[in-house]
């Protein structure tokens, strides 16, 4: 790698000539979009960021009505207007299309369509990554939606507890949808979170450190970790509870050695993280919104960062939060109750930055419609966090839990803390992703009807649940007293969909897809992302010298637009961005970038339909959809390594970069890692299961004498290490060009692989242990499942490994593909040691 040492250049710039006028024709014939029915094949940040924005705003729609429909139920006392199924229905499906397929979503994809700009880079690392994200998110959604209008959608609440939502109480294939769905749909989340931590790192523009990161990024890369640590527990939640439904296998049933405590601590352990990453990036938001209202930096932007940082590690220690009416030891209560209120400092300290801000400013400038929404985001938000703070006080959670107190809290933070941002966020950035502005006046009109809505819907609230109104009731009886408390609610709720209404309104006269002209800087902002861009991004790949370069560098803009900076043209005629260092931002190399193209589009299609088809037990079809899916990735994956193919390219400045890289310093690497770390999160999150259900029945566990003999573990254990060596090797081998013993060691390596998972489980299976024995069996054939699942991964990888050799796309210039297949098989084994060690171990050690 050379070293490209770039000074700070506010004078001097790379490319002080005038650049050929040839370049930018070159530009927009690499970065052409699709026409026709190949429209939906795009995969460029601008075009998925829009359609993705789209879409989530389209699901806060659907759950809003469903909101509607709940309220205008509740609005009088006795009131038969919906059944009470109907009812269960409604509140399950809004929860969850409101939790799971808007607000992550949402925030997901503002950042796609931000983030590239506001970095400075093309696009993405990842674009078909990104590309697969969005389809699957919008097909599985949809179709999950859809099932409302046909009697299927789940019931048991967004949570789904067991056991209301076991086989015994729920039969029918309503909560199995919720299951299957649902968990599809976060594995599309963690998609997204992969691609944004690493185009974080690693697609800055030149000379954008980390402290000069917009603190909007700073916070996408905060979300994008807490993702992908918490999102995996409720995958293996959502497994578990399947596996119990479909197999019999016992994981919450407390008769057999499970317990449904384990679903609460294994989904809240998601569940209140989730509440930040949804506050997180509407807090990044406000903070580079008030910057450009008042003309004046961010107020403390370095405690702002450490704020954001700490919010993200606190927030995983408040999942018992949820739980203080369950029993458990009071200890555990003190220190959640501790942490609720600890993390409220953080957040405090992001306010007062704010504050400070405006306060400073010499001038305010007029109000406009976004900082109406920072404002009524202060007060809603404010409000919201005092409840918070009061539901930490043990005994008053135990007096208000399961009241509309909680609802009113839950959605003064939610709402507050996330909507309200996200509007002010809509107004602010269109005139990036429009032609137009959007109207003052009816922005004035949506923030009124919305904030006053707003306050008399769920203000009530906090005192029909003082007055003892229980969450998730479809109707009362009038002598309760709370009738005119309903109605003042749903009249609020009605008032909020007004201002929706009219913010739709504003949408479809005013808002215009740019293509390669939009509104523009209107509101003089000092970031990256207001540099004239089109469909490539920005005309070149700027320098920046401090946090807000359009206000400390002032021609930057003009000479960006005349290509005077990094990377002017399409030096490999094809699509490319400069991947920077990960701390100081310095280039490194050129990565090409893919164009359009089915296979993201079909993969998606395939993913969602072998979930989908599995729920209804169509077994054949869910296969050939799994099939397409494997198939499609297979044709994504097998020239996303592109080689060397070009000598290393002028990318202004005298700076020559190579074209591709490898080993450590590559992207791939860096996702590899990234993915290492949710499959790590995944098998935590088994590993928890396995030895809280031995906490709460340990009477179900084995005896010493009754485990497996010593000797077929450590048969595995021999293999599994054997494995690793032997693609270590080949590694080697590969380094010297001869592959010819590589193309027999893999296969010989995931053989190796597979009778290792298959002695592991023939041990078990000797003892006469079955999974549907007890809570203990069921988690060692789930600890056993999942090392199968990775070895089935592994095999893939590997057999697409040994055909990228026979086809001559492997060497030691282009060993991308055998290094990530390594990475991962490192970390299977060491997962697999890990987990015998405990399954063959740890009953021994306590028995």
Request: overall charge neutral.
């Amino acid at each position: 790698m050379p070293d490209n040492h770039v000074t700070e250049q506010a004078c001097t710039l790379p490319n002080p000539l005038p650049r050929p006028e040839g370049e930018i024709e070159q530009l927009r014939r690499a970065w052409q979009r699709p026409t026709g029915w190949r429209a939906i094949t795009v995969v460029n940040n601008n075009y998925v960021g829009l359609l993705y924005v789209g879409t989530a705003l389209l699901f806060f729609l659907l759950a809003g009505v469903l909101a509607l429909l709940m309220r205008t139920q509740l609005a009088v006392p006795d009131n038969d207007l919906i059944g009470h199924d109907l009812y269960n229905q409604l509140f399950t499906m809004h929860g969850t299309v409101m939790m799971f397929l808007f607000a992550v979503p949402a925030v997901e994809a503002m950042a796609v369509l931000l983030l590239p700009n506001m970095l400075g880079a093309r696009d993405l690392p990842f674009p078909r990554l990104s590309a697969y994200a969005y389809w699957a998110y919008a097909v599985g959604g949809i179709v999950f939606f859809c099932s409302i209008f046909v009697g299927l959608a789940p019931e048991g609440g967004w949570f789904m507890y067991p056991p209301l939502t076991s086989t015994a109480y729920s039969p029918a294939v309503n909560a199995d949808l919720w299951l299957l769905g649902i968990g599809f749909i976060e594995i599309s989340a963690i998609a997204g979170a992969i691609e944004l931590a690493v185009g974080i790192l690693r697609t800055r523009a030149p000379g954008m450190t980390l402290d000069r990161m917009p603190v909007f990024a700073w916070v996408m890369l905060v979300f994008s970790g807490m993702v992908i640590i918490a999102f995996p527990a409720v995958i293996v939640a959502t497994a578990l509870l399947e596996l119990e439904r479909a197999f019999d296998m016992p994981f919450f049933i407390a008769g057999r050695g499970g317990d449904p405590l384990l679903w609460q601590h294994l989904f809240w352990f998601f569940g209140h993280p989730e509440v930040y990453i949804i506050f997180l990036p509407g807090a990044g938001m406000v903070s580079m919104i008030i910057p450009a209202m008042t003309g004046v930096p961010l107020i403390g932007y370095r405690y702002i960062v450490l704020a954001v940082v700490a919010t993200g590690f606190l927030s995983f220690g408040l999942w018992v939060h949820h739980m203080f009416a369950t029993g458990i030891p009071q200890l555990s209560l003190s220190f959640a109750s501790a942490a609720s209120m600890a993390v409220s400092v953080p957040t405090g300290i992001q306010i007062f930055a704010w504050i400070a801000t405006i306060a400073v400013a010499v001038r305010l400038r007029p109000l406009k419609v976004p900082m109406l929404f920072i404002l009524g985001f202060f007060f809603i938000f404010v409000l919201g966090g005092l409840t918070g703070v009061m539901v930490a006080v043990i005994p008053f959670d135990l007096q208000a839990h399961d009241t509309y107190f909680i609802v009113a809290h839950l959605h003064y933070v939610l709402v507050g803390g996330m909507v309200f941002p996200l509007f002010a966020a809509f107004y602010y950035w269109a005139p990036f992703a429009s032609a137009r502005v959007l109207s003052e006046r009816l922005g004035r009109w949506a923030f009124w009807l919305m904030f006053l809505g707003f306050n008399l819907g769920f203000f009530p609230m906090h005192l029909t649940g003082l007055a003892g109104m229980p969450r998730r009731v479809y109707t009362y009886a009038d002598s309760y007293g709370w009738g005119l408390l309903n109605m003042m609610s749903t009249i609020g709720a009605y008032m909020i969909a007004a201002g929706v209404l009219v913010f739709l309104i504003d949408l479809l006269r005013n808002l215009r897809p740019s293509g390669d002209k939009s509104a523009g800087n209107v509101w003089q902002a000092g970031t990256l992302e207001w540099l004239p861009s089109s469909s490539f991004g920005p005309r070149s790949v700027p320098f920046v010298t401090s946090r807000e370069p359009l206000w400390d560098q002032p021609d930057l803009a003009e000479d960006v637009d005349a290509g005077r900076y990094y990377l002017p043209n399409a030096p490999t005629g094809g699509r490319s961005t400069l991947v920077t260092s990960a701390i100081d931002a310095r280039p490194e190399y050129v990565l090409e970038l893919p164009g359009p193209g089915w296979s993201p589009l079909l993969a998606a299609l395939g993913t969602a339909g072998f979930f989908l088809l599995l729920t209804f037990k169509l077994v054949a079809l869910a296969a050939a959809c799994g099939f397409l899916a494997l198939a499609m990735i297979w044709r994504w994956l097998w020239d996303a390594d592109a080689g060397p193919r070009h000598p290393p390219v002028d990318i202004g400045g005298g700076l020559r970069l190579p074209v591709s890289c490898s080993g450590s310093a590559s992207h791939s690497w860096w996702a590899m890692i990234v993915l290492v770390m949710v499959c790590a999160s995944i098998f935590s999150s088994l590993l928890f299961a396995y030895l809280f259900l031995w906490t709460t029945s340990p009477e179900v566990w084995l005896a010493s004498p009754q485990l497996p003999a010593m000797t077929l573990p450590a048969l595995s254990a021999c293999l599994l290490l054997g494995s690793g060596v032997l693609v270590a090797w080949m590694g080697r081998r590969l380094r010297r060009d001869r592959q010819r013993l590589l193309r027999v060691g893999l296969p010989a390596a995931i053989l190796m692989l597979i009778t290792a998972i298959a002695l592991e489980g023939y041990g078990h299976w000797l003892t006469g242990l079955r999974p549907q024995d007890s809570g203990y069996a069921a988690s060692v054939y789930a600890l056993v499942g999942l090392q199968g699942l990775f070895v089935i991964v592994l095999s893939y990888m590997g057999v697409f490994t040994v055909a990228r050799s026979l086809a001559g796309r492997l060497s030691p210039e282009r060993p991308a593909c055998f290094d990530n297949t390594m990475i991962f098989w490192y970390y299977a084994v060491a997962q697999g040691l890990l987990g015998l060690g405990v399954v063959h171990g740890f009953p021994r050690l306590v028995g």
